[in-house]
């Protein structure tokens, strides 16, 4: 089953898809976050995209291609993926259709995430992530036991560039920019398609996306 996980950033993609990937059992292809990955280990593609990544701008498709054609091929993706950011652009959806019918699969479900932009602004600049293990706090929601340190190593925390509010105002412009177009074709498709409004609890958008799910007989 493919599966696209589609809204702005801080819509809450991470924490819905780590769901949707413990239901189905099939893994979350995350771009940005492989991207990421890829510049703090230095690699070759890592430097081909910092610049962008680092502008929050969008990383040119051939390049995006690539990646994805290569998370498609892995093992452990042999019975679907769920997609977290990617596509992005009119563009990256023709191309990933392109993708999965060379396997002769296509996109079964697309689920949009919704939230206001002011709530995404308060949302991801109290968000801090500890530099050496990789755990994600937020001041508001989830904040670490002492201060700014990380629960699991202790590290001080930090804010990632693209958590500053400034930042953040530019990846929603671009967002709407970008994937105004896509959204409507996306609504055109004939596939199941699912909107979820996470401006409340998690628990409370788990709880509406479980009951989605079980109704379009994806889950029991
Ligand atoms: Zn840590």
Same mark, same amino acid.
């Given at each position: 089953?493919?599966?696209?996980?589609?809204?702005?950033?801080?819509a809450?993609?991470g924490?819905?898809?780590?769901?949707?990937?413990?239901w189905?059992?099939?893994?979350?292809?995350?771009?940005?976050?492989?991207?990421r990955?890829?510049?703090?280990?230095?690699?070759?593609l890592?430097?081909?995209?910092?610049?962008?990544?680092?502008?929050?701008?969008?990383?040119? !498709?051939?390049?995006?291609?690539?990646?994805?054609?290569?998370?498609?091929?892995?093992?452990t993706?042999?019975?679907? =993926?769920?997609?977290?950011?990617?596509?992005?652009?009119?563009? +990256?959806?023709?191309?990933?259709e392109?993708?999965?019918?060379e396997?002769?699969?296509?996109?079964?479900?697309?689920?949009?995430?919704?939230?206001?932009d002011?709530v995404?602004?308060?949302?991801?600049s109290?968000?801090?992530?500890?530099?050496?293990c990789?755990?994600?706090?937020?001041?508001?929601?989830?904040?670490?036991?002492d !201060?700014?340190?990380? !629960?699991?190593?202790?590290?001080?925390? =930090?804010?990632?560039? @693209? @958590?500053?509010p400034e930042?953040?105002k530019?990846?929603? @412009?671009?967002?709407?920019? +970008?994937?105004?177009?896509?959204?409507?074709?996306f609504?055109? +498709?004939?596939? @199941?398609?699912?909107?979820?409004?996470?401006?409340?609890?998690?628990?409370?958008g788990?709880?509406?996306?479980r009951?989605?799910?079980?109704?379009?007989?994806?889950?029991?």
């Open positions: 089953m493919y599966i696209v996980l589609f809204g702005p950033p801080g809450g993609k924490t819905y898809g780590r769901k949707l990937s413990q189905l059992g099939i893994p979350v292809v995350a771009t940005g976050d492989m991207l990955a890829a510049i703090e280990e230095g690699t070759q890592g430097e081909r995209v910092k610049k962008y990544v680092y502008a929050g701008e969008l990383v040119p !498709d051939e390049i995006m291609r690539e990646v994805v054609k290569q998370a498609l091929d892995s093992e993706a042999k019975n679907g =993926v769920i997609f977290d950011g990617f596509p992005r652009t009119l563009q +990256q959806a023709k191309m990933l392109e993708l999965l019918s396997k002769g699969a296509h996109i079964d479900l697309i689920i949009e995430l919704d939230a206001s002011d995404i602004i308060e949302r991801l109290s968000r801090r992530v500890c530099p050496k990789g755990a994600v706090y937020n001041l508001r929601t989830n904040p670490p036991k !201060d700014s340190k990380c !629960d699991v190593c202790g590290t001080p925390l =930090v804010q990632r560039d @693209d @958590d500053k930042t953040i530019f990846r929603l @412009d671009v967002y709407h920019k +970008q994937t105004a177009p896509l959204l409507e074709y609504r055109q +498709q004939p596939v @199941d398609y699912l909107v979820l409004n996470t401006e409340g609890t998690i628990e409370e788990e709880k509406k996306l009951e989605e799910l079980v109704n379009l007989g994806i889950l029991r």
